[in-house]
């Protein structure tokens, strides 16, 4: 009986000298920054609104020059 009692008293003490004493649990902090540089705030459109874009200045320009020459008919 007394090397039961012996054998798990050393099973114990030895138990509770490899258990850390320290805090397990870590806090992690994610920190999300949103970086914009010159070309992605050029590039916000898809290719079709570029080309749409494009198009839409051409086309304005041509209706400039349209009521230029239609004049003033004052």
Known sequence: ??????????????????TSCRETE??????EVEVETEAAAEETGGALQRAGEAVDDEVNKE????IDEIGDDN
Request: aromatic share 8%.
């Open 1 to 18: 009986m007394k090397k039961i009692v012996f054998t798990l008293a050393a099973i114990f003490i030895g138990t509770t000298a490899l």
């Open 63 to 66: 209706i400039d020059n349209a």
């Open 26 to 31: 870590t806090e992690t902090i994610v920190k």
